[in-house]
């Protein structure tokens, strides 16, 4: 212990002068305003923590900056979105995206087929990519025609902004379903089943080596196999699938929305790191570009589809109660009237953007604690962390634990946004900002260190909400009697301030340790 | 007897570094077998590429009838290929436990092998919850043989067992791999000549990246002129 104390007493240090700081700004203020302020800085803690969290993940075991962060996190949103407020679209979704991985996912029996073709290497190689190029052709074909359900930007009453409008006042009427016209619905099952299994031989083709001794067993064959079907009962049950879901609890309906965000996040971040991350590990510079452009081409894919303009995510039922008994007083109430707001030392908190956010980052913070501390996934990431190559030569495959890890750490992001964007809405822009915070909060708390990513981001948090607040009410200035309201801008300014301080300081952040 | 690992004129890399230029050796079933020679020869370069840590662009090495080379370290280390590098490796954000839990490629491995490895190393046992990098150099380093015994593995590459060990604690680690290498064949590279005459039966010299002598060790012994060419010392 005191060891302990003596090695960081320089972190003891900083973090005391910064609760004192923040002690002193709070005696300035009433006690609804320290509360709502501190539980404000929370909410946007957890949030921060969220993308910071998977940041510090992939990074420490992968040495990767994913800087695309930022863009997973807003993408998490708009999925979430899409899910909540327009069921009938993510069914329309669900049976394309399905078919095509479960083409994809029969990569055994792929792998076994292209064992048996005995050719040259060179023809091998030609006729590899020419079905690849021709499966994506036809399945790029057979897309554009499959009927889809979906918002139009440039109608104003069809405009998402619109949609977000209606489900906010409760009006959750089914849009009109697109019928198949343009191709026979066999024809389009088929055809996305099909053309995703040629792709997908062709590269099975090109990995010669690979695949052709193992077998195929049965379980390598049941996921695909659970995603075919899915796939097909969403496309036969669709309309009542639709009706189902729009008829549903806005509460289920949300946490179907967020797992589904969630799940997004981590399909996006296995593809990402087995096609594109991966063969760039030695190339720290490369990684750098090919996020930062991955983040550039989400943003303007998400400006694409679902347009700039922002627009809310409605909150869940359980969240908008109003009248005569609203605010509640105590919990009991709340749970009975759903309160949307509740009285704390006379002060009115928001339960969703106050209470539950918070709550949620913390359930999170102990979650992925516990899968650090006591998982054998855990053990592996934290020896991985510090020796890659030994954890190799104990016989355990490290790439699938850095595709994993890559996932979850998309994830979290993923997770983030869709929590995040019930209470702050949906823009494109808000990934850009919430990327830096959580780098200020890595860089505060200590790059790889997962309790430094938690620590960093609360007090990016807690230092932004006491601008924010300072910036309303003003601190008088001692022996004069001016009052100095920081403006907006120093919000963000703040937290760098605090950053510069503390890099100084301690090089490493709050809780890193020397490399 | 036959040989469980066969190294046939292998070229490998670090990086863009050509380190082995052609390395040949055998090593028999149920054998302890030295790699010798100066520092910087290639020999800790020749445990790795049986692993596949270095990267194999010529020659063949068979492990078990099974030509590993090209195919990924944690494929091979799964053959069973456990691994004690030089430095230790120990986990420092790991528990002792977790250090050699980490090496169960079963589960119920550690458990299995509890009896057998505590009983080699009691020291351990004393120390289950301890960081391991809290442990003494050379208890680190039986942490290290420990974690390499607790998957079954027929053959165990041990790089410089003796490095910064006080005499009394290479007397003992002599003796536990002894007893390994009842159960398992070893693979050994060692600088100090003595601690690997003790030990091994057969040797191989490695020079500036070529294997360039091998045979059995009392021969090597017997041969001061040979010693003194390629190790330097007597």
Redesign the interface.
């Given at each position: 212990m005191k060891t302990n104390l003596r090695k960081n007493s320089k972190a003891i240090i900083v973090l005391t002068v910064i609760a004192v700081f923040l002690f002193v700004a709070a005696r300035g203020m009433s006690g609804k305003d320290v509360l709502i302020t501190v539980l404000r800085g929370f909410s946007i803690g957890s949030v921060t923590f969220l993308v910071a969290a998977g940041f510090s993940l992939i990074f420490g075991l992968l040495d990767v900056l994913n800087l695309a962060q930022g863009t997973l996190y807003m993408i998490g949103a708009y999925v979430g979105w899409t899910v909540y407020v327009r069921p009938d679209t993510f069914v329309d979704l669900l049976t394309p995206i399905l078919l095509i991985l479960a083409g994809f996912a029969f990569s055994a029996l792929w792998g076994r087929l292209a064992g048996l073709v005995k050719l040259a290497p060179k023809p091998r190689k030609t006729i590899a990519w020419l079905l690849i190029l021709v499966g994506f052709g036809l399945l790029a074909v057979v897309l554009t025609r499959y009927p889809i359900a979906k918002w139009d930007l440039d109608v104003y009453t069809e405009s998402p902004i619109t949609y977000s409008y209606m489900a906010d006042q409760g009006m959750r009427i089914i849009p009109a379903e697109v019928a198949f016209d343009r191709i026979s619905p066999f024809l389009a099952l088929a055809g996305l089943l099909l053309t995703s299994a040629i792709s997908a031989f062709g590269i099975a083709l090109l990995n010669r080596d690979e695949n052709r001794s193992k077998s195929i067993t049965w379980r390598k064959l049941l996921v695909p196999g659970i995603l075919l079907l899915v796939g097909i009962l969403a496309a036969v049950f669709n309309s009542r699938i639709t009706s189902w879901m729009f008829n549903m609890s806005t509460n289920l309906l949300f946490v179907i929305a967020i797992l589904i965000a969630v799940l997004s996040g981590v399909g996006l971040g296995a593809l990402m790191e087995t096609t594109l991350i991966r063969p760039l590990y030695n190339r720290p510079i490369y990684q750098l570009m090919l996020t930062l452009g991955l983040g550039t081409i989400g943003l303007q894919i998400v400006q694409a589809v679902w347009g700039r303009p922002e627009f809310v995510f409605p909150k869940p039922e359980f969240f908008i109660g109003t009248g005569g008994a609203c605010p509640a007083t105590n919990i009991r109430d709340l749970f009975a009237n759903h309160c949307s707001t509740i009285l704390l030392l006379g002060g009115r908190v928001r339960v969703y953007d106050e209470i539950f956010i918070p709550i949620v980052g913390i359930i999170v913070l102990i979650l992925v604690w516990i899968l650090l501390k006591r998982s054998?996934i855990g053990?592996?990431i934290?020896?991985g962390?510090?020796?890659r190559?030994?954890?190799?030569?104990?016989?355990?495959?490290?790439?699938r634990v850095f595709t994993l890890v890559f996932a979850l750490g998309v994830g979290l992001a993923a997770f983030g946004g869709a929590l995040a964007a019930s209470s702050s809405g949906l823009t494109p822009t808000m990934g850009e900002r919430l990327l830096l915070s959580a780098l200020i909060a890595l860089a505060i708390g200590g790059l790889t260190s997962f309790p430094g990513a938690a620590l960093g981001s609360l007090l990016v948090g807690l230092i932004q909400q006491f601008m924010i607040k300072y910036g309303q009410i003003g601190i008088p200035l001692p022996f004069t009697d001016a009052v100095f309201k920081p403006s907006p801008p120093l919000v963000p300014a703040s937290t760098v301030l605090l950053m510069v301080v503390v890099l100084l300081i301690l090089p490493h952040g709050l809780l890193g340790t020397k490399e | 007897m036959s040989n469980i690992l066969e190294v046939k004129n292998i070229h490998s890399f670090i990086n863009q570094y050509h380190i082995l230029q052609d390395v040949d050796f055998v090593v028999p079933k149920g054998s302890i077998t030295a790699l010798l020679g100066r520092n910087g020869a290639g020999k800790t370069t020749t445990l790795k590429s049986i692993?596949g840590?270095a990267i194999v662009r010529e020659g063949k090495i068979i492990f078990q009838g099974i030509e590993v080379q090209g195919m990924?370290?944690?494929e091979i280390?799964?053959l069973g290929i456990g691994?004690v590098?030089e430095h230790r490796?120990i986990?420092?954000?790991?528990s002792v436990e977790?250090n050699l839990?980490?090496?169960e490629?079963n589960k119920g491995d550690l458990e299995s092998k509890s009896a057998f490895i505590f009983d080699l190393f009691p020291d351990l046992k004393k120390f289950l919850n301890l960081r391991g990098t809290e442990l003494s150099g050379g208890q680190q380093q039986m942490l290290a043989i420990a974690?390499a015994l607790v998957?079954d593995n027929s053959l165990l590459l041990i790089d410089e067992p003796s490095e910064g060990l006080a005499p009394v604690i290479i007397e003992h680690m002599i003796n536990v791999i002894r007893q390994l290498s009842k159960q398992s064949t070893v693979v050994l590279v060692e600088q100090n000549f003595l601690v690997a005459s003790k030990l091994a039966e057969y040797f191989v010299i490695i020079e500036e990246g070529k294997s360039v002598a091998s045979g059995l060790m009392k021969d090597l012994e017997a041969d001061k002129a040979m010693i003194h060419r390629y190790l330097g010392a007597a």
């Amino acid at each position: 212990m005191k060891t302990n104390l003596r090695k960081n007493s320089k972190a003891i240090i900083v973090l005391t002068v910064i609760a004192v700081f923040l002690f002193v700004a709070a005696r300035g203020m009433s006690g609804k305003d320290v509360l709502i302020t501190v539980l404000r800085g929370f909410s946007i803690g957890s949030v921060t923590f969220l993308v910071a969290a998977g940041f510090s993940l992939i990074f420490g075991l992968l040495d990767v900056l994913n800087l695309a962060q930022g863009t997973l996190y807003m993408i998490g949103a708009y999925v979430g979105w899409t899910v909540y407020v327009r069921p009938d679209t993510f069914v329309d979704l669900l049976t394309p995206i399905l078919l095509i991985l479960a083409g994809f996912a029969f990569s055994a029996l792929w792998g076994r087929l292209a064992g048996l073709v005995k050719l040259a290497p060179k023809p091998r190689k030609t006729i590899a990519w020419l079905l690849i190029l021709v499966g994506f052709g036809l399945l790029a074909v057979v897309l554009t025609r499959y009927p889809i359900a979906k918002w139009d930007l440039d109608v104003y009453t069809e405009s998402p902004i619109t949609y977000s409008y209606m489900a906010d006042q409760g009006m959750r009427i089914i849009p009109a379903e697109v019928a198949f016209d343009r191709i026979s619905p066999f024809l389009a099952l088929a055809g996305l089943l099909l053309t995703s299994a040629i792709s997908a031989f062709g590269i099975a083709l090109l990995n010669r080596d690979e695949n052709r001794s193992k077998s195929i067993t049965w379980r390598k064959l049941l996921v695909p196999g659970i995603l075919l079907l899915v796939g097909i009962l969403a496309a036969v049950f669709n309309s009542r699938i639709t009706s189902w879901m729009f008829n549903m609890s806005t509460n289920l309906l949300f946490v179907i929305a967020i797992l589904i965000a969630v799940l997004s996040g981590v399909g996006l971040g296995a593809l990402m790191e087995t096609t594109l991350i991966r063969p760039l590990y030695n190339r720290p510079i490369y990684q750098l570009m090919l996020t930062l452009g991955l983040g550039t081409i989400g943003l303007q894919i998400v400006q694409a589809v679902w347009g700039r303009p922002e627009f809310v995510f409605p909150k869940p039922e359980f969240f908008i109660g109003t009248g005569g008994a609203c605010p509640a007083t105590n919990i009991r109430d709340l749970f009975a009237n759903h309160c949307s707001t509740i009285l704390l030392l006379g002060g009115r908190v928001r339960v969703y953007d106050e209470i539950f956010i918070p709550i949620v980052g913390i359930i999170v913070l102990i979650l992925v604690w516990i899968l650090l501390k006591r998982s054998r996934i855990g053990m592996i990431i934290r020896a991985g962390v510090q020796d890659r190559q030994m954890v190799e030569a104990l016989g355990i495959n490290v790439r699938r634990v850095f595709t994993l890890v890559f996932a979850l750490g998309v994830g979290l992001a993923a997770f983030g946004g869709a929590l995040a964007a019930s209470s702050s809405g949906l823009t494109p822009t808000m990934g850009e900002r919430l990327l830096l915070s959580a780098l200020i909060a890595l860089a505060i708390g200590g790059l790889t260190s997962f309790p430094g990513a938690a620590l960093g981001s609360l007090l990016v948090g807690l230092i932004q909400q006491f601008m924010i607040k300072y910036g309303q009410i003003g601190i008088p200035l001692p022996f004069t009697d001016a009052v100095f309201k920081p403006s907006p801008p120093l919000v963000p300014a703040s937290t760098v301030l605090l950053m510069v301080v503390v890099l100084l300081i301690l090089p490493h952040g709050l809780l890193g340790t020397k490399e | 007897m036959s040989n469980i690992l066969e190294v046939k004129n292998i070229h490998s890399f670090i990086n863009q570094y050509h380190i082995l230029q052609d390395v040949d050796f055998v090593v028999p079933k149920g054998s302890i077998t030295a790699l010798l020679g100066r520092n910087g020869a290639g020999k800790t370069t020749t445990l790795k590429s049986i692993l596949g840590l270095a990267i194999v662009r010529e020659g063949k090495i068979i492990f078990q009838g099974i030509e590993v080379q090209g195919m990924q370290p944690f494929e091979i280390a799964a053959l069973g290929i456990g691994f004690v590098p030089e430095h230790r490796a120990i986990f420092r954000d790991l528990s002792v436990e977790e250090n050699l839990k980490i090496a169960e490629r079963n589960k119920g491995d550690l458990e299995s092998k509890s009896a057998f490895i505590f009983d080699l190393f009691p020291d351990l046992k004393k120390f289950l919850n301890l960081r391991g990098t809290e442990l003494s150099g050379g208890q680190q380093q039986m942490l290290a043989i420990a974690r390499a015994l607790v998957a079954d593995n027929s053959l165990l590459l041990i790089d410089e067992p003796s490095e910064g060990l006080a005499p009394v604690i290479i007397e003992h680690m002599i003796n536990v791999i002894r007893q390994l290498s009842k159960q398992s064949t070893v693979v050994l590279v060692e600088q100090n000549f003595l601690v690997a005459s003790k030990l091994a039966e057969y040797f191989v010299i490695i020079e500036e990246g070529k294997s360039v002598a091998s045979g059995l060790m009392k021969d090597l012994e017997a041969d001061k002129a040979m010693i003194h060419r390629y190790l330097g010392a007597a």
